[in-house]
């Protein structure tokens, strides 16, 4: 069964999702490429250590999508200009590009688990879906009542999941999302910190434990307006404007709050050890990767780091 957002490249065969890419062909086959299908850029070197381990699981992962994703093998040696274009000051370094733009990346050698959530997070970015598990019925339904506010029926629905499959991490991210909404912030801290071993590093958790960190700033919000004044009466106060990402975080608006948090990188990349970038991944984490609000404001974070 064909997956979302894979029906055109289900059947590509691997040297169609996986290519080395030169200087010449590299607007072709990943600025270009990534308007329809995500790419995944590889920035390696043939004496890079960590480069031998890195590569081969990325392909693998790549390979398993299915043609959700294809990958784009870069050798900085070849390729110093783009290299130099995209600020790779280390290898490896992994961008992944989704409609001309850089959307995600990391640096240097992650564990297998780690590439998994990657490639799983820019297929969803892309409106994609990773393969499902045979609960996702049920896991719908129990992300419908969360939405509609009956949480507490939403947890009594992810834990029956759970239940039945003691490592489903949609359940599990389901459950600490609903003790969350219910205001119990001891109990979703403590459903996430007896997650199994084997899952506590899946992009649901992950997103999990981002909401749960915003949830407990939330709590100690300033008032709105006066921090809205504070930072129209001073825009260089770094700290009132970090203060009001927060409060509009906690009324509901996460685009305000992006969007003030990008105004302090703007201003001043550097400030207090980078908790503007830090806070703005937190926010992407905890929403949905395809949201307007991440895939817009991680447009332009990336449009201020490669300017």
Not at 108 to 132: H, M
Not at 143 to 169: H, K, R, S, Y
């Amino acid at each position: 069964m064909l997956e979302l957002g894979q029906s055109q490249n289900a059947a590509a065969a691997p040297g169609d999702l996986i290519k080395d890419v030169s200087e010449a062909d590299f607007m072709a086959e990943v600025v270009d490429a990534s308007m329809t299908t995500p790419v995944i850029v590889d920035f390696w070197a043939p004496w890079c250590g960590p480069c031998k381990t890195l590569g081969p699981m990325l392909e693998e992962a790549v390979t398993k999508a299915g043609g959700a994703v294809k990958m784009a093998k870069v050798n900085v040696d070849e390729s110093q200009m783009i290299a130099g274009q995209l600020r790779v000051q280390s290898i490896p370094t992994v961008y992944a590009f989704w409609q001309g733009q850089p959307v995600d990346g990391f640096q240097g050698a992650v564990p297998g688990s780690e590439i998994q959530a990657f490639v799983d997070r820019v297929i969803e970015a892309a409106g994609g879906t990773p393969a499902d598990n045979g609960l996702d019925d049920a896991i719908a339904a129990a992300e419908e009542m969360l939405e509609q506010g009956a949480a507490v029926d939403a947890a009594q629905t992810f834990a029956a999941i759970l239940e039945e499959e003691p490592a489903n991490a949609k359940a599990y991210g389901g459950l600490v999302r609903s003790h969350i909404a219910m205001g119990d912030l001891d109990q979703a801290e403590a459903v996430l910190n007896g997650a199994p071993v084997e899952i506590s590093k899946a992009p649901e958790l992950e997103a999990a434990h981002a909401q749960l960190e915003l949830a407990k700033q939330a709590a100690g919000a300033g008032p709105l307006g006066e921090l809205s004044a504070a930072v129209e009466a001073n825009p260089e106060d770094h700290q009132a404007r970090f203060d009001l990402a927060q409060a509009h975080y906690a009324g509901g608006d996460a685009a305000a709050a992006v969007d003030e948090l990008l105004e302090i990188f703007r201003r001043d990349r550097e400030w207090n050890d980078g908790a503007a970038k830090a806070q703005l991944f937190t926010i992407f984490e905890a929403l949905k990767p395809n949201d307007p609000v991440v895939l817009n404001g991680r447009r332009k974070l990336s449009s201020m780091i490669f300017a």
